[in-house]
């Protein structure tokens, strides 16, 4: 994440995109609204060069990180 230069609020999202989460719960789990989540997305596939979600999950997997969730960057 750091190589990548985002913020802490966006590295959240990030884990909970990896973790397979869906906008709304996302939004739900890290207490802001949907549109401050897809805000946080644009700016995280800006800043990693992806241009869809799917992509940027694979950039993630190829990386060779451990679980972000596991890592405790994800509020339980």
Do not use: F, Y
């Not at 750091?2 to 590295?11: D, I």
């Not at 869809?52 to 890592?71: E, M, N, T």
């Amino acid at each position: 994440m750091q190589a990548c230069g985002l913020t802490p609020a966006e590295g959240r999202v990030l884990a909970a995109i990896v973790e397979g989460d869906g906008l709304e719960r996302i939004a739900g789990r890290l207490g802001v609204g949907r549109a401050t989540v897809k805000t946080h997305l644009n700016r995280i596939l800006a800043k990693t060069g992806t241009t869809r979600q799917h992509a940027l999950v694979r950039l993630v997997a190829a990386s060779g990180l451990p679980s972000l969730g596991q890592r405790g960057i994800l509020p339980d």
